[in-house]
């Protein structure tokens, strides 16, 4: 008999209109996901003391085909110095693609955040260009069943597993656990790749105006050679690539177009893996559009990482939840909008 997903009806948001009841065998893949659940499925949502607001879980049609993904298999692409990627074109379908982008517009906590940074000896204040959220916590730790952070044990024979390195700092951000409509695409996109990821950062483009410049993520929290799967839902972007430096100037000379990035122009529902040791040689970046394309619907752009120490804990939630106030979606206005808790 296959469990129920929820155990408490909801109201069905409209955009849900879609039911695809086609796949026999999902029960059965659904059925560890909820063993291994630690957030409250009754009520319809996740709910977290870290958590501004409840956040909506999928509804049981959605779900059931979320876990069946991806639609398509992944094609390597490897033609380039340093590269290795992996590109579902699509892993969510287009029927499902609308859907997912607008449930996540709709139900997650964004925050727009601001932080101040040195560069080069110049004091600069940066105003992040896109809205950012982010759940999970890194592989020292876990959240028990009732979402309270635990440290793992000290792997036997590790040098930290009779001292705690006395340095450590007391942790600036409470992590927040992976919400049920995430964790869900979380665990399909392990399966698919044969990574493992616990982290969830999310970006949204309202517009053309908002970008992320060019940078890689090779942060040393990541370890060498990390596996990042990016997942795009709604407006096409471009994802541009370039090589860090080419290896020598005989390099450099034999690949003439070694400065001209490549082109992903990604589309709703696609995946693309960057795996191997394509961050720690090759930057990316989704520039600014302009013009006709300005007005582009929004785009949300969701990265599954691992984090392998504390460090990427503090760095995720520093520059994707930060301090500041809480943005939401605001059907009436089509818009982001600056939000409060009711009890305040
Ligand atoms: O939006 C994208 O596709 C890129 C996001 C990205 O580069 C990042 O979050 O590090």
Not at 205 to 210: K, L, P
Request: proline share 8%; charged share 20%; hydrophobic share 35%.
């Amino acid at each position: 008999m296959p469990l129920p997903l929820e155990t408490c009806v909801f109201q069905t948001p409209r955009y849900f209109h879609h039911h695809h009841c086609h796949h026999h065998l999902i029960h059965q893949c659904l059925q560890p996901l909820l063993l291994r659940r630690h957030y409250h499925v009754q009520t319809g949502f996740s709910k977290h003391a870290t958590y501004p607001h409840p956040i909506r879980n999928w509804p049981e049609a959605i779900a059931r085909d979320v876990s069946s993904l991806p639609a398509t298999l992944g094609r390597q692409i490897n033609d380039q110095p340093d590269l290795d990627l992996l590109y579902f074109e699509p892993y969510i379908p287009s029927y499902m693609a609308k859907d997912v982008f607008e449930f996540l517009r709709a139900e997650l906590p964004f925050y727009r955040v601001e932080y101040d940074i040195n560069r080069g000896g110049i004091q600069a204040h940066i105003k992040t260009p896109r809205y950012t959220t982010v759940f999970g916590v890194d592989d020292t730790s876990y959240f028990d069943t009732d979402g309270a952070v635990v440290d793992k044990p000290p792997a036997a024979g590790s040098s930290s597993s009779t001292t705690k390195p006395a340095n450590a700092k007391p942790p600036r951000y409470a992590p927040r656990p992976i919400p049920q409509c995430l964790d869900l695409l979380r665990t399909s996109t392990e399966a698919a790749t044969g990574c493992t990821f616990n982290f969830c950062l999310v970006n949204y483009y309202a517009s053309g105006a908002d970008s992320i410049s060019f940078h890689s993520d090779d942060e040393r929290f990541l370890g060498p050679e990390p596996a990042i799967a990016s997942f795009s839902l709604g407006a096409r972007r471009d994802f541009l690539m370039k090589h860090k430096k080419p290896a020598t100037a005989a390099a450099a000379a034999e690949r003439v177009d070694a400065k001209k990035p490549l082109k992903l122009p990604l589309g709703s529902g696609d995946m693309i893996l960057m795996r191997g040791r394509t961050q720690s040689n090759w930057l990316h970046s989704i520039p600014k559009r302009t013009g006709k394309n300005q007005d582009d619907g929004g785009r949300i752009n969701i990265t599954f990482r691992r984090a392998m120490v504390k460090a990427g804990t503090d760095n995720y939630y520093n520059y994707n939840v930060g301090t500041g106030p809480v943005y939401r979606w605001d059907a009436q206005s089509r818009q982001m909008m600056l939000w409060t808790s009711k009890e305040d």
